[in-house]
Structures are given as structure tokens and as C-alpha cells.
């Protein structure tokens, strides 16, 4: 997940605070996402997803694994 939420941050040249004031959380509640230390509730998730134009699955769904 840490990836999948980071990579597409980054792409848009957004902090961790950036992000979290734009979604009205904390900048540790960010870190704790992309350190799959926590998962975001529905609203927050919806509202992630949202703002990087994708879906719920596409950010924190199971992710796929390569070896098969």
C-alpha cells in the first residue's frame, strides 16, 4: 500500500503536510498510511482516492503478486 499512496504524492510534488491539510488530517496520519502502520477510514479512503483520481481498490486494495 505505502507505494500506491506515496508514489502518486510525490508525483504531484505534494509534502506529507500538503496532502494532509488538503484532506484535513494530520501529516502523521499520512506517514502512518504509507507506512502501512494504519489504514485510512472509508471517508478518508474515498477522499484519497478522489483526490487521485482512482479508486478505493487502486490505493489500498490487495495488491497482486508478481511471482504468479
Known amino acids: 500500500m ?3 499512496v506515496r508514489a ?3 508525483a504531484r ?3 506529507q503536510g500538503a496532502l494532509a491539510t488538503h484532506l ?3 501529516r502523521q496520519t499520512i506517514n502512518s498510511i504509507e507506512t502501512q502502520r494504519y489504514t485510512p477510514s472509508l471517508p ?3 477522499a484519497m482516492a478522489r483526490f487521485f483520481e ?3 481498490e487502486q490505493l489500498f486494495g490487495p495488491q497482486e503478486d508478481p511471482t504468479t
Do not use: G, I
Open 13 to 15: 510534488r505534494l509534502s
Open 8 to 10: 502518486p504524492r510525490e
Open 54 to 56: 482512482t479508486s478505493v
Open 2 to 4: 505505502s507505494e500506491r
Open 24 to 26: 484535513e488530517v494530520s
Open 44 to 46: 478518508l479512503a474515498l
